[in-house]
């Protein structure tokens, strides 16, 4: 994908919704969280609006912070899933429902063999992770946005 090509979908999506597409960034435990400022500036300089959960934070604090950014997106930094992680996938998606947010898209950023991989909406590989991946999610957050739209637009007539 070409940085043209993702300006025209961010710029389609700011028709839409008014603003640029936000995107909440955590980390599932204390080993992420270094790649929390490099995972974010990718997505920033993708033409994102981001948000970074503080360190330490559970799931109902990451859940809780979708809502007051009003992000569009939340993904979790995740580069292993055998390990002891602070927030796990389940509980998240969980705490994600129990806030009212189930139209956030919700991601790994870690292995994209994770166990949690059929219950996210996107798992980008971490060893690989680059603008083209953005692009693919800015893709697919416009698909959802147009559908949305146009399931919410009066009949013509």
Known sequence: MT??????MLSRFAEI?????RILIAAASHDEERLLKSVASLFADGGFDVDISPPVSDETSIARQVI?????????IRLKAEGEDRVRVADLISSIDAQGAQHVQFGIIGNPEDPARDTVDFVFDAAHFATGDIGGLMRFLLLLEESRMGAAAPPQG
């Open 3 to 8: 940085s043209i090509e993702l300006a025209s």
């Open 17 to 21: 919704e008014g603003r640029h597409p």
């Open 68 to 76: 007051d950014c009003d992000a569009d997106i939340l993904a979790l």
